[in-house]
């Protein structure tokens, strides 16, 4: 009952603010949804309608859209090539694609006003980890201390999966780097 009243308010509030004058103050941030109500109400059902890339996606919360940012991984770029770029994003879109998922809210939002997030299928499993077990992600150490993500990561990277068969694997943070750099 209390998520439904909060859908209810947000969409009247949506569409209360879609009637003001643009502000050239606006931010992302304040064109993403409010996915919580009250503290204790951090998960969520929602349906997967975008997969931007490995670590990205967008979902729809009753209807509103809210973007999501896979908490405690780091994916290769996909928009900037980087090698596996295009097969993590495969990954997720296999993994979760036009199906409903779990999503755990950490309470944070990332520079862009994403929501920061664990998923789950429905049957329980969390998709974050997924992506580390098949070799498509990094454990994102500067935004996680979770050891169970430094495990997965080495565990694929010992047994060569996914990006550990390359030789050198970039990391997506030094990847950025170097291509702002150009």
């Known amino acids: ?98 199906k409903e998922i779990k999503i755990h809210f950490s309470g944070n939002k990332d520079r862009n006003g994403r929501y920061i997030c664990e998923i789950f299928n429905l049957d329980g499993l969390n998709l974050n980890k997924e992506m580390l077990i098949r070799g498509m992600a990094w454990h994102y150490k500067k935004y996680s201390s979770d050891s169970t993500y430094a495990y997965l990561e080495n565990q694929a990277r010992k047994n060569k999966i996914g990006l550990w068969n390359d030789s050198n694997p970039i990391p997506p943070w030094n990847w950025r780097k170097s291509k702002r750099k150009q």
């Open 1 to 98: 009952m209390k998520t439904l009243l909060f859908i209810l308010f947000s969409l009247t509030q949506i569409t209360c603010n879609s009637f003001q004058k643009p502000n050239s103050d606006t931010t992302i941030e304040d064109k993403q949804p409010k996915i919580k109500s009250a503290q204790d109400e951090s998960s969520f059902i929602a349906k997967v309608i975008r997969i931007i890339d490995g670590d990205t996606l967008e979902v729809l919360y009753g209807k509103l859209p809210v973007m999501i940012r896979l908490q405690h991984i780091d994916c290769p770029e996909k928009r900037r090539n980087q090698p596996y770029g295009k097969q993590a994003k495969q990954t997720l879109s296999d993994l979760c694609f036009g």
